[in-house]
């Protein structure tokens, strides 16, 4: 999912991904959906082209695209590991994981390794609360993460 | 005087005839049904605390400081989005809602610099008074942290601050003070109609962003102002006000720009001007403006404002400055002479549409009582002289039918000849507003504007037709509505002339009228055509709002009577949501045209032959009065180049920038012995003047202005001329030194007379307009209050007449030395010959004039976006850049004419209406081709403007 596409490629897969969805009902977040499934981010590029297919302004195609955190403006990197700062997984020591992430990857959240191996991000909740602390992996959740299950998730990210 | 405050009500009022009874705070209060709880209590003079609402928008709930209680009801609803309901027992203050309160409020002011003394909107802030209203005393949150307000934490950079957005030239944004309460977003999109704004991110990280996170000159923005208007705090204001400083009082004027007519709190210290702000009760603007109003009014402190008289001998002397007394006489001496010695008919005058009734009503007067002849005639010669022509023969007057409150009725809106978004952006705002709810748009235009396709809006038809083929178009939906039985012939039995009609009816339904038989020439697809005859014979309430598009062409006449056809075929006159409406282009172009600007029409589009009314004004003015029609401008200026006509006396136009042919003008005028120009500038015109008499500005004077929608609106004095006299006290002086007992004190006194004269005025005085605010002619005995709608029980001519409508194609044919059709218009930021917006900020939406030609043509021209261009027709050439758009069609190209560099009007030629002499600016056969650089016209243009701008004495004023 992280190909980097050619850019002359953006605009007419925009343009096919928005004549396929915009019969839909409120067809601004299958689009937004579909193009990042399509680059693996949501090229800004994209933005202008949506507003005009869809007769809205650029301001509220980029304010919808702005409040969701998962529609990512840049390329992630290969991998992508969340772990959740919600209160649960805090009270379960999800602060010592997360410091321990960042020294593991040297990175911050929100940013890729130079290697372009791993995007470390927080989430705000994954929903299991019961098993804190929780992470997820490329989209697959990781339940009772402690210090080793999330070294071997580094490893593997690595790798 | 003291600044007015407009009452907030909170929400919008409710149209519901159903009234509810409920309690807020003890007090009983009975409203229509769906008002919100805020605006009964403000209706009963409890003011519930609000940060995020206002009454030009609707309820959005998102400040939480006005939570109220209701009886019976648990939690604390926000009164905003609580619609009343009857026996409701609602308390505004109570212990748990001033703790609520408060608690909001000490949040929003953890997140907000502590800056008031400082601040720039001191004393104009709700923020500040909510503050107050809610009684903080303290934030218990501290102002450590998170925040948006502090560049640097600790000394580290704060990634959340961001600086001021200083790219408007008229207003900042400084998002260190935003609250993020939405109005301003909620005002570009529900008031304005543009949608440039918006909230970015979510939670703690959601800011204002104008367009995708720009700076707002490069977003969307078109600087309409009503989202500082908006903006509770100081984050969006206008850089007047943190220059200057709060106005301390304000008085209610027009502004003097579009033919909208919008009304305005000029807001001022002492004699300055801080800033114009719409009023909410202004009835054709409803509280809204464009970036023309709201901002654009630097001009009347510009340098390059004329303060003195000058004269001089011959046009290539230097301008010498003489006295007020000097200038009179001389100008009087010299009319005098050329009259005894070429003739009574030698002189005459141009009035302005920019200028008050009153003062237009004193040129015209002083052509036909004090030069005792009918040459006078004004700039609507060359904008809408059809439409009063063409709507007086079908309707019996001579102006649009409908208030502007008439579109919020409208089910189907054609637009012709028009481009709203530009020319008329306060009425363009409110159309919109009606698109968004349902209505649905016909636009016919050469050119695809920004009304047929714009974020939220959409025309159902665009019909891009050739230029000159308007006639064709509309005869042919009307051969549609009448062939496939559309015609409401109940309508037109009662109130229009049955056998006329079936004369018509049989004349569209010509096989060689549809759609199909004239797609070969209009170029518009005959399904179109069809489709829309059928949404406005079908559709409900259809309005035809139309422009110069319409009347600048050698068919314009006949074009407007096509539009009458139109409406009373289908039974689109006499009520609300319908009618036919010319957008004026002028503040004051229906008024000049009341005031018997024209040679054959004395005040009240009465023509001169008519015995009785010269009678009436022979009685007052004691003189006899020419019962001939005078001459128009283009005759004029015809007989100046045979050598008949000899001196001239123009009041604010510059008809060489504006009138077609700008090389006959300039002979005609040259050929004069006394030009005698009262302008604010030294005009284009003002190369070819003997005397420059300095103009005011609509803030130094009081008067009246007419506006499209027939609404006479006060214009006031909010500050001394600065030439030291309005232009009405100049024309009366003028017409004192040449004899004339003339002792107006104040322009009340002339309306005393217009109304004294005029049927159609007869109860318009200035007490009258005090009472009223407004009022929109005829207002008479028949119609005390005014007539916001006109033929409601009938014609006033008594029955509509329906006029057949030949299409004959203009002599202005294109052929291979000039193959394309040009086409022009006007842009939102400029203002026709941009005398005033020109030496505004303004010019930074616009700084030339650019040629838009098609991709195809231009690339068949080795034409690339941006280069200089050729553009040359029959009349003569120019150069200009050109703009690659698909907007205009291949074959058709497309200018502005606001700057006399470009000189479109080199270009035009002089064909012209048939019936009025309206010039056919809008169709000119060209040819375009690259260029290095500017015409040998335009170079020795610029040269001879230069020479004659010298004023002896001082440095040449600067164009």
Redesign the interface.
């Known amino acids: 999912m992280n190909i980097h596409q050619p850019r002359g490629d953006v605009s007419g897969r925009t343009l096919a991904i928005i004549e396929e969805l915009k019969g839909l009902e409120g067809p601004l977040l299958p689009i937004f959906h579909e193009i990042q499934h399509e680059f693996g981010y949501v090229p800004q590029d994209c933005l202008p082209v949506i507003a005009r297919e869809l007769n809205l302004s650029r301001a509220e195609v980029y304010g919808v695209f702005s409040f969701y955190h998962d529609f990512r403006e840049h390329p992630a990197g290969r991998h992508v590991l969340k772990l959740c700062r919600a209160e649960a997984c805090q009270s379960m020591g999800g602060d010592q994981l997360a410091e321990r992430a960042k020294h593991l990857l040297g990175i911050d959240f929100h940013e890729t390794t130079p290697d372009g191996a791993v995007t470390l991000e927080p989430v705000y909740c994954l929903g299991l609360c019961s098993c804190a602390p929780s992470a997820m992996f490329d989209g697959e959740v990781h339940a009772r993460v402690d210090a080793g299950d999330l070294d071997a998730l580094v490893a593997e990210a690595r790798r | 005087m003291s600044l007015i405050h407009e009452i907030d009500y909170g929400t919008p009022a409710s149209r519901s005839e159903t009234m509810v009874t409920l309690t807020i705070d003890g007090r009983e209060v009975t409203v229509p049904e769906g008002t919100s709880i805020m605006r009964a209590a403000m209706d009963a003079g409890i003011e519930v605390p609000k940060l995020c609402a206002s009454d030009m928008m609707d309820a959005f709930g998102s400040c939480r400081l006005c939570l109220v209680e209701i009886k019976g009801r648990g939690g604390m609803p926000a009164s905003c989005t609580t619609p009343v309901a009857p026996g409701l027992e609602v308390s505004t203050q109570t212990p748990r809602l001033k703790d609520v309160r408060r608690g909001v409020m000490e949040l929003y002011i953890s997140d907000h610099p502590l800056d008031c003394l400082t601040c720039a909107a001191n004393g104009d802030c709700e923020l500040q008074d909510m503050a107050g209203a809610v009684g903080l005393r303290d934030v218990r949150y501290g102002y450590e942290g998170d925040n948006h307000v502090k560049a640097r934490n600790n000394g580290d950079i704060n990634a959340k601050w961001l600086p001021k957005d200083e790219s408007n030239p008229y207003f900042t944004y400084d998002p260190a003070k935003c609250i993020v309460c939405s109005r301003c977003v909620r005002a570009c999109e529900e008031v304005q109609g543009?949608?440039?704004?918006?909230?970015?991110?979510?939670g703690f990280d959601s800011r204002v962003?104008?367009?995708?996170?720009e700076d707002f000159m490069s977003?969307?923005c078109v600087s309409c102002g009503a989202c500082v208007q908006a903006c509770p705090t100081a984050t969006l204001t206008e850089k007047s006000v943190i220059e200057i400083g709060q106005p301390e009082h304000s008085v209610v004027t027009t502004c003097a720009y579009c033919g909208v007519g919008c009304s305005f709190k000029a807001e001022m210290r002492g004699e300055e001007l801080v800033r114009m702000v719409p009023w909410k009760d202004g009835q054709a603007n409803r509280g809204h403006s464009c970036v023309k109003g709201r901002f654009a009014y630097g001009y009347s402190t510009h340098k390059d404002r004329i303060l003195n008289p000058m004269i001089r001998e011959k046009i290539s002397d230097p301008w010498r400055e003489v006295t007020w007394e000097e200038a009179y006489a001389h100008v009087a001496a010299e009319f005098r002479r050329i009259q005894y010695q070429y003739g009574r008919d030698s002189v005459g005058g141009i009035t302005s549409s920019r200028c008050t009734n009153e003062e237009t009503y004193l040129v015209q007067k002083l052509v036909r009582a004090g030069f005792r002849n009918n040459n006078v005639d004004t700039c609507a010669r060359v904008c809408h002289s059809p439409t009063g022509y063409g709507l007086g023969q079908a309707f019996g007057t001579s102006a649009g039918t409908q208030n502007f409150d008439s579109v919020e009725f409208t089910d189907v809106a054609v637009i012709i000849g028009a481009n709203p978004t530009d020319g008329h952006p306060v009425f363009a705002s409110r159309l919109k507003k009606r698109l968004r709810e349902g209505a649905k748009l016909i636009v016919i235009d050469p050119r695809r504007t920004d009304i047929v396709?714009?974020?939220?809006?959409?025309a159902s038809y665009h019909l891009p037709l050739q230029p000159g083929t308007n006639v064709a178009i509309l005869t042919s939906l009307a051969h549609v509505i009448v062939t496939e039985g559309l015609a409401n012939e109940a309508f037109i039995r009662e109130r229009c002339d049955w056998s006329e009609y079936e004369d018509w009816a049989s004349f569209v339904a010509e096989p060689y009228h549809s759609p199909e038989a004239t797609e070969a020439y209009t170029g518009v697809p005959a399904d179109l055509v069809r489709g829309a005859a059928r949404l406005f014979a079908t559709g409900g309430n259809g309005a035809i709002y139309y422009g110069l598009g319409v009347t600048e062409h050698s068919q314009g006449s006949t074009t407007v009577m096509a539009i009458a056809n139109l409406a009373m075929v289908t039974g689109n006159i006499g009520r609300p949501g319908v009618g036919v409406n010319p957008l004026r282009g002028q503040n004051n172009v229906q008024g000049s045209c009341d005031m018997g600007s024209f040679p054959h029409e004395l005040p009240g589009y009465r023509h001169v032959s008519d015995d009785a009314t010269r009678e009436t004004f022979e009685k007052l003015w004691g003189v006899e009065i020419s019962n001939e029609p005078g001459l128009r401008i283009p005759n004029m200026l015809d007989a100046a180049v045979d050598g008949t006509f000899k001196g001239i006396y123009i009041q604010g136009e510059d008809i060489l920038q504006s009138d077609p042919d700008t090389k006959h003008v300039a002979n005609g005028l040259a050929a004069m012995e006394c030009v005698v120009v009262h302008d604010l500038f030294l005009n284009e015109t003002a190369n070819y003047a003997h005397v420059f008499l300095p103009g005011s500005t609509f803030l130094e004077k009081d008067g009246t202005f007419t506006n499209a929608e027939r609404r006479i609106n006060r214009v006031r004095k909010v500050m001394t001329p600065k030439n030291g006299y309005a232009d009405w006290e100049v024309t009366q002086k003028l017409a004192q030194a040449m004899g004339m007992n003339w002792n107006y004190r104040h322009p009340s006194e002339i309306m005393d007379e217009i109304a004294a004269t005029t049927p159609s005025f007869a109860l318009v005085s200035y007490d009258y307009l005090e009472k009223m605010g407004s009022v929109q002619w005829p207002c008479n005995e028949k119609h005390p209050e005014g007539s916001p709608i006109m033929h409601v029980d009938g014609f006033v001519r008594g029955k509509g007449k329906f006029i057949r409508t030949e299409y004959v194609a203009t002599d202005e044919r294109t052929g291979p030395r000039f193959p394309l059709l040009l086409t022009t218009g006007r842009i939102l930021s400029q203002y026709n010959v941009g005398a005033q917006t020109r030496r505004t900020d303004n010019v930074v939406w616009h700084a030339e004039d650019r040629l838009e030609i098609h991709p195809h043509d231009a690339e068949q021209r080795g034409i690339r976006d941006g280069d200089w261009i050729r553009l040359a027709s029959r009349a003569g050439e120019t150069t200009l850049r050109s703009l690659i758009t698909d907007r205009v069609a291949p074959g058709v190209v497309y200018t502005t004419f606001h700057h006399p560099t470009t000189q479109a009007n080199v270009i035009t030629t002089d064909f012209s209406d048939w019936a009025t002499n309206c010039p056919e600016y809008k169709v000119t056969a060209v040819q375009v081709m690259p260029s290095n650089g500017p015409s040998d016209w335009q170079q020795d243009y610029d040269e001879q403007a230069r020479q004659s701008r010298r004023i002896a004495g001082k440095l040449e004023a600067a164009e």
Do not use: D, K, Q, V
């Open positions: 543009t949608f440039a704004l918006t909230i970015g991110g979510r962003s104008a367009g995708m996170a977003s969307e396709r714009s974020p939220h809006i959409e």
